[in-house]
């Protein structure tokens, strides 16, 4: 279909090579695929924050903006509980899995700022979130008593509007930095963490050194990132990468990349960190689709992959715990989570295990979602919203294990609850 038109060409190789994650080992991509845009060009992350007068410029480019995302920046109007929170702030550094509207700011094609995204979430909008209605975060802000949490782009910049927390995730970004350049821009690992930097000298400044440690210190940070560094890296041989690292040593690069930042992140005062596995993203329409799935079963080499990173993290997060030991550091295997929900999806009130509920072709697999027309009419019983990304009633289930174990144990050595107890 893309042979004839001269303008349209370009744009529709650029949303298939963003769906072609994987590339396969014969295909070569010519370069000029990538160079699509000018505004892919690394960036200093200092640049771009919510104060910035220069940000304005950075926003532009080639992909046109939803008619909707003006009302995507502003917050739901979910209201603060007003009985006391059970931590003053939740921060969230992360991917697409808990973005909720950073990249409504970026130069990318990962973007969930249009419809059918967020059509069953508490506005009916789109908000950025890549899910039809609410990101694990949002259930667990409302556990802790707080509201649901702003992006970092999204607000003043003002310590006031940061006070009970702030969400840095973009889709795209992994641990290293070129993981998802290929999309555009995302704010990588380090550079959300620069940004929480940034968040904690504005306290200080504000409130004081004092309120702002005692604020961080209280506070949960949240991080959920990794899976880019497979789906946009690893899998893509990226830089010859797997030649130069078996899977297990590049799972080894990652947590000790993963280890030194949450060291760097106690440094700031932090001391409850909740660090999320990776997925079974080898059961993930997309990917079913790629590899040839008959029925819908699992692509295992992926799956197992996932399993050894879940393994090494969970020690290595029990190591650091021990070695940081006023600190409060737990790590969630939302693999044993998910193949929980797969395996017994009848039990949840799942019937469609292996399609998404947006997108086309096989599983639905093949391509983004890019318009409600290419969406189921009712997502609740569906596993997969789109071809990577879980649905709302997916996300509560996970979120509840998060919390509190309620269907399945996926966290070690604690649960959120559990972490936060100690402030009550
Ligand atoms: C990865 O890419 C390099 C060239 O960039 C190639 O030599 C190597 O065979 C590739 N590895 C795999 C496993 O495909
Ligand atoms: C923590 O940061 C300070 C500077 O703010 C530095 O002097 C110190 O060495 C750091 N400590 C660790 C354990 O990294
Ligand atoms: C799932 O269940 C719904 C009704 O609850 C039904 O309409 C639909 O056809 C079922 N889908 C599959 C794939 O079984
Ligand atoms: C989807 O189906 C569920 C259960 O079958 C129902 O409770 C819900 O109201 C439906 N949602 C929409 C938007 O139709
Ligand atoms: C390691 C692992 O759990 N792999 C699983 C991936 O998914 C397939 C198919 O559903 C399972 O059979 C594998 O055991």
Known sequence: MATTNSRLVPFLYILIFSTIFTQPRSLTVPQDFFSFSPNIIPYNVNTISPSSPSS???????IPPS????????????????????????FIIGDSSVDCGTNNFLGTIARADRPPYGRDFDTHQPTGRFCNGRIPVDYLALRLGLPFVPSYLSQSGRAEDMMQG????SAGAGVIYTSGSEM???ISFTQQIQQFTDTMQTFILTFGEDVATNLIS???????????DYIHYYLRNVSNVQNLYLPWSFNQFLAS??????KNLYNMSVRKVVVMGLPPIGCAPYYLWRYGSEQGE??????????????IMRYMIE??????????????????????????HEHYGFNVTSDACCGIGKYKGLFLCLSPDMACDNATNHIWWDQFHPTDAVNAILADNVWNSLHAKMCYPMNLMEMVASNA
């Open 56 to 62: 304005s410029s950075l926003i532009s480019f080639s």
């Open 67 to 90: 008619s909707s995302s003006s009302s995507s920046s502003s917050p739901p109007p979910i209201p603060p509980s007003s009985s006391t929170p059970l931590a003053p702030a939740l």
């Open 319 to 344: 190591g650091l715990g021990q070695e940081l030991f006023d600190a409060q550091i737990t790590f969630c295997d939302i693999y044993e989570g998910s193949m929980d929900i797969i395996d017994n």
């Open 218 to 228: 209280n506070s949960v940070l949240y991080i959920s990132i990794g899976v880019n």
């Open 257 to 262: 990349s993963m280890r030194q930042e949450i």
């Open 184 to 186: 555009g821009q995302r």
């Open 298 to 311: 699992c692509i295992d080499e992926i799956n197992d992959t996932m399993m050894e990173f879940n393994f």
């Open 166 to 169: 702030v969400n840095y995730a």
